[in-house]
């Protein structure tokens, strides 16, 4: 079975710039969520999707940002337009949506540098 | 690949001693706590988890170790090997499918 696969591994963009980072969970989950870590921190919650519907979108930084996941499939993080502060690797994991815990498991990352 | 261990703390041990890698959580009412490892230019891959209602849990050479009291996690990997360097970050949340907060990650860098 395939895991959480993300797209690109990596970008470099200019400053200004708009950059679509996509995420493919694993199939039948419908939890999906999206982190980043800046600069070798923490990781740090962006937003979590139920299916297709947004259920927490508290860790947005900014209108920037944003989140689609049409259909309740893949989901995709667009930044637009993109700053220097935005350098940093972005994280999809999905789960399984059940009323018991379940374990998130992540993508490798999308690797964003803002120059 | 991403430097995962850049300004992170430090944790050397030498290969075939048992290493501790401590953490503080913010949340009383978090319920679930997980041990994440992640090597670099990969995600963060799931260690071991434990539940607010134990204290200690045993894994292939981990233990993670629960104190509510404190708001303190643990984790004791034993018999360290090189395949165990990486940075390692423990998590939290509230409720099933809620969000994961993650602490400040470890670098765990093994001596041969």
């Known amino acids: 079975e395939a895991g959480v696969t993300q797209f690109p591994s990596h970008s470099v963009i200019e400053k200004g710039q708009t950059v679509t980072l996509r995420c493919d969970p694993i199939?039948?989950?419908?939890?999906l969520y999206w982190y980043r870590r800046v600069m070798g921190k923490e990781i740090k919650f962006l937003l979590h999707?139920?299916?297709?519907?947004?259920?927490?979108e508290s860790g947005m930084p900014n209108n920037r940002f944003l989140a689609e996941r049409t259909g309740g499939t893949y989901s995709t993080l667009k930044v637009q337009p993109a700053e220097l502060e935005d350098s940093g690797v972005y994280f999809c994991?999905?789960?399984?949506?059940?009323?018991?815990?379940?374990?998130?498991?992540f993508g490798q990352g999308t690797r964003l540098t803002v120059v | 690949g991403e430097s995962v261990g850049l300004h992170l703390p430090t944790l050397s041990v030498q290969e075939g001693d048992n290493s501790i890698i401590n953490c503080a959580y913010s949340?009383?009412?978090?319920?679930?706590f997980i041990w994440y490892k992640q090597e670099s230019g990969k995600g963060p891959q799931f260690i071991i988890d434990?539940?607010?209602?134990?204290d200690k849990r045993q894994g292939q050479r981990v233990t993670v170790l629960l104190n509510k009291t404190v708001k303190h996690l643990s984790l004791q990997i034993a018999a360290t090997q090189p395949g165990d360097s990486a940075v390692y970050f423990c998590?939290?949340?509230?409720?099933?499918?809620?969000?994961?907060?993650f602490g400040k990650g470890i670098t765990l860098s093994v001596r041969p």
């Open positions: 994991a999905s789960s399984q949506l059940r009323g018991g815990i379940t374990e998130a498991f």
């Open positions: 199939s039948g989950h419908d939890n």
């Open positions: 999707f139920v299916k297709e519907s947004k259920q927490d």
């Open positions: 949340n009383s009412a978090s319920d679930y």
């Open positions: 434990i539940r607010s209602n134990m």
């Open positions: 998590a939290e949340k509230t409720g099933a499918n809620s969000k994961l907060t």
